[in-house]
């Protein structure tokens, strides 16, 4: 019964690889996003989707491409690793009401490591 | 232009001690929403409280309260009796009225000394 998975838990490749991680939400929400946390703790948000449409995509790499594939997925495909992605990356994901945003809940996190 | 401030990186305090994480942001919206969130040790984020920017009023929730004060655009965090399970880096963030984005700040990590 958890309201935001995300698969992989960690993820471990070697640079150049491509990868991809998944998330699933099971609150119905509308909308779902991807941040990434450094190494430093700081969360920046990557990308955004309302009803499978992007409405925000940050200052990333084309490297880096959300796929949406219905209102409870958004996955996260990464080519070309290179060592400045590891990270954490969190999904998560909010109810939009009267076209206001509500709270945000995150998913597990998915620690990536690229070697 | 940074929108949420902790300007405490790290704290650390012993058990059973009071502890207050301050918490700035700055927006020229009426209306507006700030949120604090738990990152324990094991990495999950926690949501713990949304306030939105016409409810002025303090919240208490067991040993955490909220400080809300509009005319000085602070959002403080006070955990009452400290104890070592409240070990985590504590995240506050602010949502426009307008847009989807959440601006987190930097985190404060906090250690509960046993």
């Known amino acids: 019964d958890t309201a935001v998975s995300q698969t992989p838990k960690y993820l471990v490749t070697q640079m150049g690889n491509d990868k991809s991680i998944k998330c699933e939400q099971n609150?119905?929400?509308?909308?779902m996003y991807w941040y990434k946390q450094d190494s430093k703790k700081f969360l920046k948000i990557m990308f955004s989707?309302?009803?499978?449409?992007?409405?925000i995509n940050e200052t990333v790499p084309n490297r880096f491409s959300p796929k949406s594939p219905d209102k409870a997925h958004l996955n996260l495909h990464i080519n070309s690793l290179e060592l400045g992605d590891s990270a954490v990356y969190f999904c998560?994901?909010?109810?939009?009401?009267?076209?206001?945003?509500?709270?945000?809940?995150f998913g597990p996190g998915t620690r990536l490591l690229v070697l | 232009a940074q929108k949420v401030t902790q300007a405490q990186t790290e704290i650390s305090v012993v058990e059973k001690e009071d502890v207050t994480l301050d918490c700035v942001y700055e927006?020229?919206?009426?209306?507006?929403?700030l949120f604090w969130y738990k990152q324990p040790p094991s990495g999950e984020l926690v949501f713990l409280i949304r306030?939105?920017?016409?409810?002025?009023q303090n919240e208490i929730s067991g040993r955490y309260s909220w400080n809300f004060q509009k005319s000085t655009s602070s959002f403080n965090f006070t955990i009452t009796a400290s104890q070592v399970v409240d070990s985590a880096v504590y995240f506050c963030?602010?949502?426009?009225?307008?847009?989807?984005?959440?601006?987190f700040g930097t985190g404060t990590s906090l250690t509960v000394i046993p």
């Open positions: 963030a602010l949502m426009f009225d307008t847009g989807n984005q959440f601006y």
């Open positions: 998560a994901s909010s109810r939009v009401m009267n076209r206001k945003q509500e709270t945000q809940y």
């Open positions: 609150l119905g929400h509308d909308t």
């Open positions: 306030r939105n920017s016409f409810d002025e």
């Open positions: 989707y309302n009803n499978k449409e992007l409405i």
């Open positions: 927006t020229r919206d009426t209306t507006y929403y």
